[in-house]
């Protein structure tokens, strides 16, 4: 069975680093590619970026570049999604979720994570 | 980016009816179109890609169809089950866009 678990809820003040993770199980990870969604309060869906675990390339949205990194440990079938420096506007749930096939991206997502709540507040 | 403009926006349906959701691109893609499926707490569920290809699992009283600038997702017969938010994606372009997304209650 696919399945992608992501850790647990977070709570941070703005200025402060963060790192979330999402860990594939059920399937070759390194043979699709593993995408982060941001869900704002209330809100819809924001595609941020894409990593394809097998050579770590990756692709962000203009939106997003240069306000995360997304990386991948292949070796333990995980995905990250850090911020260097948090504002309270990235308060958020995110989530990981798979590509179809193993086409590049982009590709409609099929398995998903159960979601990441971030909270920055002072 | 490809903006996308789903309508309704918020849908009041009873169990039984036949509920057509419409996403419009501001530029055509194609069959680049897919539709997902979130209910209040969950992540989003994958129902359609490629504009009319029904996910596996997914019950057939689900049909998309369209191509260019104009989508539609149809439910046939709504189930109780059916009752949450759905979503349209582009997926010609990057970077990939969601439709703002429509909330399906019960009347």
């Known amino acids: 069975e696919v399945q992608l678990v992501q850790s647990g809820a977070e709570v941070k003040k703005p200025g402060e680093s963060l790192k979330i993770s999402c860990k594939g199980s059920?399937?070759?990870?390194?043979?699709?590619?593993i995408g982060w969604v941001r869900q704002m309060p209330g809100k819809g869906l924001e595609w941020m970026g894409i990593i394809y675990p097998g050579d770590s390339d990756t692709r962000y949205s203009p939106s997003f570049q240069g306000q995360v990194t997304i990386s991948a440990d292949k070796s333990i079938s995980t995905a990250y999604l850090q911020w260097s420096s948090l504002k309270a506007s990235d308060t958020a749930m995110y989530y990981c979720?798979?590509?179809?096939?193993?086409?590049?991206?982009?590709?409609?997502?099929?398995?998903w994570g159960q979601g990441t709540l971030v909270t920055v507040s002072s | 980016d490809i903006q996308l403009t789903q309508s309704p926006s918020f849908l009041s349906a009873s169990v039984g009816d036949r509920v057509t959701i419409t996403c419009r691109a501001s530029?055509?893609?194609?069959?680049?179109l897919a539709w997902y499926q979130q209910k209040p707490g969950k992540a989003p569920k994958l129902l359609i890609y490629?504009?009319?290809t029904l996910q596996s699992g997914v019950p057939s009283r689900f049909s998309g169809s369209g191509s260019g600038t104009e989508f539609t997702l149809t439910i046939s017969s709504l189930q109780p089950e059916d009752f949450a938010t759905y979503y349209c994606?582009?997926?010609?372009?990057?970077?990939?866009?969601f439709g703002q997304g429509t909330r399906l209650e019960i009347k």
């Open positions: 979720a798979r590509q179809v096939g193993g086409d590049p991206p982009p590709v409609p997502f099929d398995y």
């Open positions: 059920g399937y070759s990870f390194t043979s699709y590619w």
């Open positions: 994606q582009q997926l010609n372009s990057y970077p990939p866009t």
């Open positions: 530029q055509g893609i194609s069959s680049y």
């Open positions: 490629a504009a009319s």
